[in-house]
């Protein structure tokens, strides 16, 4: 009988579903076990006519399932209570998937690889502790260069030069090869190299440019050519530079001595050169042809270098290559790269590569001297110069790519590494930051790092305020009073009186000032700051002018210090300060005039002023690279020094997988005067820009 068409529709329940895969699952089971039960006749039987029986039996099993849908309906419309607990009932217990217990994984040790990807001289440098001295006494230098850098205080070779030294001198560890030194700064790279070169050219009879030391910025040039002339004493050579701080062609004129010489033969032949191009126009157009014009009948041209070791910066050196008659890299023997990194990292005009190409050049055969014209002519040329290259920077690039273009021979890397407790967190720096950046990154032992929270930035420049006034004038101004009692004690005190900065400064707070001329002896000793920086305050437009008018303009003279007012004492040196102000304001600096130098990242290579005492970060650096070269403008030649970081809430400071320890400072409170001054800075810029 069929059912009835309507009926209350009572929803399927899950677990009827679950029970039904449930059966599903173990239908196969239980027909196995059921089939073997069956007699083997039977089993035949059924294997013969297995479609018919399928069919039959999934008929039954509707008819069946038709059959108890209909008792279930009735059993709900006469009992529907009972009928739902029956149904329930029914229901077989059921439990989700759990996942099969599985075995403790095995750890796996940490991925040690057992080859490098880099090159032996890379991957094994020759590292050396930065606490290994060396007598000067016991190198192979001429003694009375010796006795002249002891008369100076270089009495002992730091480590770097103890180790770059024996392998750039003759002696028993010479290396017949290039060499590349990763070593902290200030830790004396500079006389590292310029001692050897200085040393191989003592013997030379003319002057040829033999040495060329490229740096990246005028300041380092200055400095190089100071090194490199304190170990030329005596010996004769001519150290010159190339920097563009002189006309072009004052420069060449410094560089290249034009002369002539009675030679009938190569006359004739630059002549025939010349004519064929007045004849053909622009065949060649080197100013040398136009030169050989201008001689007396039979003579040629001829040019000497005026100088043995050129330093120069690269887009300098660029412009002499391809513009300055007569000069050439033909004799140099020593190519050194300062601050490689940002050498490589930086095309300027392409130089590594013009530089590479004039140091293979072949000199032409009419300017080859007597016996390489003869070689030349036989079956095998003349010999070829080996120039020696020597690559030096504090965070030393690995970078295969940029190295390779310096065409390095027999390459070694030399890399000095801090001794003792800091040595595990430098390790570790080196160790994430190498991997990260393929650099090596040295900092000196003698540098002490903290970091200042500073919020949210919003009050900075009251911390930096705070800062000054607490940390480092107020300390530095203590010590110099404390020596300035000791020495007034013993009578020793020098009266030079250079100390117009703290008499004038005076007139600001004079109740609080010492007694202004018993300073001065101090001044010169006094250490520094120096706050490189990089501004982000763009609704102001003239960053630097903001902090440097905070600084000079500071909210309330502060009463306690026995400091004077900052105004006198601080000063700005930027990428935009004209050669002459910038040098000015660094001697300014150098002699203690002024305290408080503002500068950019500028100032944050190879500049060396012994006495500076503090670097304050007052924006965290874009990298560590930079970190290492601001920080580095302390604790210079193991002296000590002081890094202050100020890190807003977003911004945090590691080093070596650790955070760097924190100073909390009260900002100065000054707040209103702050917001009023800026409210002032802020209508002067509008109205400058105006
Ligand atoms: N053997 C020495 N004895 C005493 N002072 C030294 C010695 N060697 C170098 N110095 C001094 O150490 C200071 C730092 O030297 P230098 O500028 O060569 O360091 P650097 O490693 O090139 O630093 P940077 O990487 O920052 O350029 C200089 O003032 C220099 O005169």
Redesign the pocket.
């Known amino acids: 009988m069929a059912g009835p068409l309507y009926a209350r529709y009572i929803p399927e329940k899950a677990p009827t579903k679950t029970k039904a895969s449930v059966q599903s699952i173990e239908a196969p089971e239980a027909q196995k076990y059921a089939l073997s039960a069956r007699p083997a006749k039977k089993e035949k039987k059924e294997r013969e006519q297995p479609k018919k029986r399928k069919r039959d039996k999934h008929e039954e099993s509707e008819e069946e399932e038709a059959s108890k849908k209909h008792k279930v309906a009735d059993a709900v419309r006469e009992e529907p209570e009972q009928a739902a607990q029956a149904i329930e009932e029914e229901q077989p217990e059921l439990h989700d998937l759990v996942p099969l217990p599985q075995p403790e994984p095995v750890p796996e040790p940490d991925y040690k690889p057992t080859f490098s990807a880099l090159p032996p001289w890379l991957a094994h440098p020759i590292t050396v502790t930065s606490r290994a001295t060396t007598p000067f006494s016991t190198l192979p230098i001429d003694t009375k260069l010796v006795s002249h850098l002891n008369q100076k ?2 009495t ?3 480590a770097v ?1 103890s180790a770059v030294l024996p392998l750039l001198l003759p002696g028993p560890k010479h290396h017949a090869g290039d060499i590349c030194v990763s ?1 902290a ?7 590292a190299y310029v001692l050897p070169m200085v040393e191989s050219m003592r013997h030379r009879v003319v002057t040829k440019l033999q040495g060329l030391v490229v740096v990246p910025t005028r300041e380092l040039v200055a ?1 190089a050519r100071e090194i490199a002339e304190l170990c030329s004493v005596g010996t004769g050579l001519k150290v010159g530079t190339a920097v563009g701080n002189h006309s072009f062609a004052a420069e060449q004129e410094m560089l290249v001595k034009k002369g002539r010489r009675y030679d009938p033969e190569k006359y004739k032949i630059l002549q025939a050169k010349a004519k064929e191009r007045i004849l053909y126009g622009t065949a060649e157009q080197d100013a040398y042809l136009d030169d050989a014009v201008d001689m007396l009948p039979g003579h040629v041209p001829e040019y000497e270098s005026k100088v043995d070791i050129l330093v120069c910066t690269p887009g300098r050196l660029v412009e002499h290559i391809q513009s300055t008659t007569g000069f050439s890299l033909d004799d140099v023997q020593w190519l050194v790269i300062d601050e490689a990194d940002r050498l490589l990292d930086q095309s300027f005009q392409e130089w590594v590569g013009v530089v590479m190409a004039a140091l293979q050049a072949e000199k032409p055969y009419e300017e080859m001297n007597a016996r390489d014209q003869v070689l030349s002519k036989m079956w095998y040329p003349p010999e070829r110069r080996t120039v020696r290259k020597v690559i030096l920077s ?1 965070t030393m690039t690995r970078d295969l790519s940029k190295l390779d273009t310096l065409r390095l021979r027999r390459p070694k890397l030399v890399v000095i590494e801090d001794a003792g407790e800091l040595a595990g967190q430098e390790a570790n720096l080196q160790d994430t930051l190498a991997a990260a950046s393929g650099a090596i990154f040295e900092l000196p032992p003698t540098l002490k790092e903290w970091a200042i929270p500073v919020g949210d930035g919003s009050d900075k420049p009251l911390y930096l305020l705070r800062l000054l006034q607490t940390h480092i004038l107020h300390e530095n101004e203590a010590k110099a009073r404390a020596r300035l009692e000791d020495s007034t004690a013993s009578g020793s005190g020098d009266e030079d009186d250079s100390s117009s900065v703290l008499s004038d400064s005076s007139s600001d707070n004079t109740t609080q000032q010492p007694p202004t001329q018993k300073l001065t002896p101090y001044h010169a000793a006094t250490p520094k700051a120096l706050s490189p920086a990089s501004y982000t305050f763009d609704q102001l437009r003239r960053p630097n002018l903001h902090l440097n008018h905070r600084i000079r303009n500071p909210p309330l003279p502060p009463p306690h210090l026995p400091a004077p007012a900052l105004r006198p004492l601080t000063t700005l040196l930027t990428k935009s300060s004209a050669t002459s102000t910038g040098r000015k304001t660094l001697s300014r600096f150098r002699s203690g005039t002024l305290r408080i130098l503002i500068a950019t990242d500028r100032a944050s290579r ?1 500049l ?1 002023i ?1 006495e500076l005492a503090h670097i304050i970060n007052y924006d965290i650096p874009r990298s560590v690279t930079s970190y290492v070269h601001r920080v ?1 403008r302390t604790a ?2 193991g002296r000590e020094g002081e890094a202050w970081t100020l890190f807003t809430d977003g911004e945090e400071i590691r080093r070596g997988g650790r955070k760097v320890e924190r100073v909390k400072i009260v900002p100065a409170e000054a707040r209103e005067e702050y917001e009023e001054a800026l409210g002032k800075l802020k209508g002067d810029v509008e109205g400058a820009g105006r």
Not at 185 to 191: A, Q, R, W, Y
């Open positions: 205080g270089y002992e070779a730091f030069q070593a700064t200030g830790s004396g790279k500079t006389l400095q504090a190879g060396d012994p580095g210079r030649a």
